[in-house]
């Protein structure tokens, strides 16, 4: 069965500072997807990042980085130069490309902070 | 940029009442899904849609749940009888395609039931 596990209910970062946030996953799928959402306190969810499992180099948008390690089934988040309104909720999910229905599963959630 | 809506923002209602969630996918998308966020919960996904049929639903879309397609712009999500455990957000999104490529959420109806 599918699993996001994202362990770190609540995370610090100083601003301009670089934060890990991190995701294990479990699945049986050679093909998958990998996501990260952004939920500010205003509730809505706000893509960031994709990874495909096929995908050889680790994706990056902007200052937003995912370091893929595929045999740890692991699909941390790393923030670049932390500002005050990457303060939110963030999210992992995953995405099995067998049956192709495109349900989300996701993870637990964390919850960053960032301190001026 | 375009981008997916949901009318309301907010729905009170009590429990035992129907209750209809609107969403406007954006429009050429194909592929809508609704999911719903307990305060303090993770997301949890609901049903997905395509080509005006279900195309796979998780167990807590029950018998009291139903979607639907009316026209070519909205998508909506019906609770038939609302129990207090349905108080959550709600949230509809959409993709172009399933396969590796991201689903665009809207900002949510937050559903209250009394």
């Known amino acids: 069965a599918q699993k996001i596990t994202q362990t770190q209910p609540g995370m610090f970062v100083q601003e301009k500072e670089a934060v890990t946030l991190d995701c294990t996953y479990d699945t049986s799928d050679q093909s998958y997807g990998l996501f990260w959402y952004k939920q500010p306190s205003s509730g809505e969810m706000i893509f960031l990042i994709y990874q495909g499992s096929y995908d050889e180099q680790n994706a990056t948008e902007g200052r937003y980085s995912l370091n893929f390690q595929k045999a740890r089934k692991s699909a941390n988040l790393v923030i670049s130069a932390s500002q005050l309104g990457d303060s939110a909720m963030y999210f992992c999910?995953?995405?099995?490309?067998?049956?192709?229905?495109?349900?989300?599963?996701f993870g637990q959630g964390t919850t960053l902070q960032v301190k001026p | 940029e375009p981008e997916v809506t949901q009318t309301p923002s907010h729905q009170v209602t009590q429990m035992g009442q129907e209750v209809i969630l609107r969403c406007v996918p954006i429009?050429?998308?194909?592929?809508f899904y609704w999911y719903r966020q307990i305060l303090g919960q993770k997301v949890e996904f609901l049903v997905s849609f395509y080509n005006n049929e279900i195309s796979e639903k998780s167990e807590i879309f029950d018998d009291q749940f139903s979607v639907e397609r009316p026209d070519g712009s909205n998508f909506t999500l019906k609770i038939r009888s609302t129990k207090l455990e349905d108080s959550a957000m709600y949230f509809c999104a959409s993709s172009v395609e399933t396969v590796a490529y991201e689903q665009y959420f809207g900002p949510g109806t937050r559903l209250t039931v009394t």
């Open positions: 429009s050429n998308h194909l592929y």
């Open positions: 999910a995953m995405r099995e490309f067998s049956g192709n229905t495109g349900k989300l599963i």
